[in-house]
């Protein structure tokens, strides 16, 4: 079976791929509140994979599981975490020339996270642990919200740059 460092593995590599995804979006967008909101939400990001890191140095992963069920394990989890959209690689944010379809993308990104994350939290046993995934839940809820509220505050959907 997979651990639970396993799974903070991939929460770390879930919350860098939004980083360097928003990082992208910054080089293809010229206006100032899309600028500063992916700035915001890159900060976030990089902000959550040092949270979930620091949580990964705190398990005592030392546990005698069988390497071969592990490895299974991993496996698994990997191609279930793969059918969500959490790795934006195939998706240039440069490519992209409507700000509507960023955004969407965006907003399904996160959604895709929450849904993870949402799916993790039995498994925290830790209150503590369990908590920095209920804030993190909540700060990427929040972004959903922005990223919609962007839309629906009638800016245009211009072509990005």
Same mark, same amino acid.
């Given at each position: 079976m997979f651990t639970f #460092? =396993? +799974? $903070?593995d991939i929460a /770390?590599? +879930?919350e860098e791929n939004g980083e360097a995804y928003y990082r992208r979006a910054l080089k293809s967008v010229s206006d100032p509140d899309l600028v500063r909101m992916f700035q915001w939400l890159a900060e976030e990001e990089a902000a959550h994979? !040092?949270?979930f890191a620091d949580m990964r140095t705190r398990i005592d992963d030392a546990s005698?599981? =069988?390497s071969q069920l592990a490895g +299974? *394990?991993?496996a698994l989890l990997r191609d279930a975490v793969s059918e969500k959209g959490f790795s934006l690689d195939d998706t240039e944010a440069a490519d992209i020339s409507r700000v509507k379809t960023l955004i969407d993308l965006s907003v399904t990104f996160e959604q895709d996270t929450v849904d993870f994350y949402n799916l993790l939290r039995p498994f925290v046993a830790d209150a503590q642990d369990r908590q $920095? $995934? !209920?804030e993190i839940i909540a700060q990427e809820n929040e972004h959903i919200k922005r990223l919609q509220s962007f839309l629906a #505050? *009638? /800016?245009? =959907?211009f072509n990005a740059q």
């Open positions: #460092s =396993d +799974i $903070l /770390v590599k +879930i994979a !040092d949270r005698k599981e =069988d +299974i *394990g991993r $920095l $995934l !209920d #505050s *009638g /800016v245009p =959907d």
